[in-house]
């Protein structure tokens, strides 16, 4: 298209107005792509976000959808425990987006999201600004690292790994666990719910119980659980510890896992790798500090974060945020018990959410939700344990459906089997 | 040029359009969609022993979907979320995948089995799993479903822990009876069949 000498005037006028107005100026210089039509920005390539993106364009293509997202690759969280005992490669957990922007025809930025503009319906990243009609948070979790003595954010986690975002942390955890010395202590801690996968701590004990038991079966696994109980699948883990690694609940000097519940880690002292939790402290030769958790920074800086400084409420049938309308959150950072903060959970949320952003977005009646975890835990390579439930709205909440879901009865190498079909569909989902 | 040009955009466009009406938002749509995230968008498994759904006959599921909630046809999550819905639930989702696309899975497979396959079928399966097992209001779709499925599925059935119709035991373990390797030949030709 060509421009003639007045709209090329008009042009000048239009952005030289905006000069003198001050600040709008440095936004619309760094615009990223000027919004024509309806627009749906989504903020995370995960679990959540990328399954949001696809369902709006699948259910109303009219409404173009841009993906933030801040890498071209996404590593999955659920199965990565497997990389550490050495029987799955990361890049089987391992998905890009070409494919689903070819698809679906969303438009990907690779950018750091930085603020949120919630009156002027302007995201900042550092690549530029992006304007919204809507917006669609789900950036995951960030760690509440302050609540524990002596740790630095910026250090530590090089030295005690938290391996809770995966990819070289994942990586770090199968090099210290390989070599650590014979005969040597891990401690694992817990955090306190609700965190980011619930059985994940347990399924983490399990498998460095498995890799220690082939290669270093004089060593021992010390759970530190700041719950006053296993979170999720706990007679089940129990189980399989005491079938698999000797486990005795009443004698935590036997086998290989000792299990500690209202335990929570106060204090680590880094160079002389011991931990402490307000009553005793313990040397360890491998620590996995798993942090306590709210939500991604990027829901502080939007405002949706609720009175516990720690998650965002958010509306069960739309996950429109009850503090910023316009902003939408899902996956972990949202307030959505009783579900899980699980992955399944998050493409479950982004489904519903996007189903009812194309209602509000066409001013149409919404939809009543209807939600589905799945979620497998490894107890060994063979054998894993499965939790499944279906949950939907009742008076203004999320609520567990009576009388269905349930964990399995037993651990069992079907569940292994169906656990890599599941990650097989869920990551082509979120890639495709 | 320019006719084929509009051409191509009209029939773009009436994809565009037909596959948006697929998933114009409902109730229905909702609660299929938390199917997908094991089963694949669509109902098109990519992951080698969970079943593809789009363009299975609505009978077929519904019924499988009662004999999992009564928990006569084993499994690992399925038993406890079918739990989670009424019959009238299954039949609104299992007619919304029946009008789905079937896309049998792209898989490699023993040439050898599934051509000794070929003519086991035909000899005692073709009558009810009518075309290569490609069609069937009540048996379902076997041709192009995942080859560990149909294995996961013909062990539960020959190991007695999934019912099978009079018909179908008549056939397997009846006259004749099919061996192991007969049956890895024939799921090894459903599976080359999409």
Not at chain 1, 316 to 321: A, I, N
Not at chain 2, 109 to 131: F, I, L, S, T
Request: hydrophobic content about 40%; aromatic content about 8%; glycine content about 10%.
């Amino acid at each position: 298209m060509s421009m003639n000498r007045r709209s090329f005037i008009k042009l000048l006028g239009a952005s030289a107005g905006v000069g003198l107005a001050g600040a709008p100026m440095f936004s619309v210089a760094n615009e990223i792509m000027p919004k024509k039509g309806r627009r749906v920005v989504v903020l995370g390539g995960g679990y959540g976000g990328a399954i949001a993106a696809k369902y709006i364009r699948m259910a109303d293509p009219s409404i173009e959808v841009v993906l933030v997202t801040e890498n071209k690759e996404y590593i999955s969280g659920p199965l990565s425990t497997l990389v550490i005992a050495g029987f799955r490669d990361l890049k089987d957990n391992t998905i890009t987006y070409e494919k689903l922007e070819a698809n679906h025809g969303i438009k990907m930025v690779y950018a750091h999201a930085e603020s949120v503009d919630a009156a002027a319906k302007v995201l900042v990243t550092n690549q530029g600004t992006i304007a919204y009609d809507r917006l669609v948070l789900s950036p995951g979790i960030d760690f509440r690292f302050e609540e524990i003595e002596g740790y630095d954010p910026k250090t530590t986690p090089d030295v005690i790994p938290h391996g809770w975002l995966p990819g070289a942390q994942t990586l770090l955890l199968k090099k210290q666990i390989e070599s650590m010395k014979q005969g040597g202590v891990v401690v694992l801690t817990v955090p306190p719910t609700p965190y980011r996968c619930p059985p994940g701590p347990y399924e983490r004990t399990s498998l460095f119980a498995y890799y220690l038991k082939q290669h270093n079966p004089t060593a021992k696994v010390i759970v530190w659980d700041a719950n006053e109980k296993i979170a999720s699948k706990g007679p089940l883990f129990m189980k399989g510890w005491t079938k698999h690694y000797g486990f005795d609940a009443k004698d935590s000097s036997k086998g290989m896992v000792s299990y500690h519940s209202n335990s929570k880690i106060t204090k680590i002292d880094v160079k002389g790798m011991e931990v402490d939790n307000g009553v005793e402290s313990i040397k360890a030769d491998m620590i996995n500090i798993i942090p306590p958790q709210k939500a991604g920074l990027i829901a502080f800086k939007a405002g949706v974060v609720g009175e516990d400084k720690k998650w965002c409420p958010v509306d069960p049938v739309t996950f429109e945020s009850k503090l910023a309308p316009g902003i939408h959150v899902i996956g972990d950072s949202s307030s959505a018990a009783p579900m899980p903060k699980s992955g399944y959970s998050a493409n479950s949320q982004a489904k519903c959410c996007a189903t009812n952003v194309v209602q509000l977005m066409n001013g149409k009646p919404l939809i009543p939700p209807s939600f589905v975890n799945v979620c497998y835990s490894f107890i060994t390579n063979k054998e894993a344990i499965s939790v499944a439930a279906v949950y939907k709205e009742a008076g203004g909440k999320i609520a567990e459906v009576p009388n269905s879901g349930g964990v399995s009865p037993d651990l069992s190498e079907m569940d292994a089997r169906y656990a890599y079909g599941w990650i097989k569909n869920i990551l082509t989902e979120m890639s495709t | 040029m320019r006719l084929k040009l509009l051409m191509a955009l009209i029939a773009g466009g009436m994809a565009f359009s037909a596959s948006a009406l697929a998933h114009e938002p409902s109730y229905t749509a909702m609660m299929a969609n938390t199917c997908n995230g094991c089963h694949g968008t669509d109902g098109v498994s990519a992951g080698p022993n969970m079943p593809n759904l789009g363009g299975v006959p609505a009978n077929y599921m519904v019924e499988q979907m009662k004999l999992f909630k009564s928990g006569e046809r084993p499994s690992s999550v399925m038993g406890r979320l079918a739990k989670g819905y009424s019959e009238g639930d299954f039949t609104a989702m299992a007619k919304y995948f029946a009008a789905m696309k079937y896309v049998g899975a792209k898989q490699p497979v023993d040439d050898a089995k599934a051509a000794r396959g070929k003519v086991v079928h035909e000899e005692r399966c073709e009558k009810c799993h009518e075309k290569g097992g490609s069609v069937g209001a009540d048996e379902g779709i076997l041709a192009g479903q995942w080859l560990e499925y149909l294995q996961i599925s013909m062990n539960e059935f020959r190991s007695g822990k999934r019912p099978m119709p009079k018909k179908m035991a008549a056939k397997i373990e009846g006259e004749g009876k099919l061996s192991d390797a007969d049956v890895e030949a024939l799921v090894h030709f459903y599976a080359s069949q999409h």
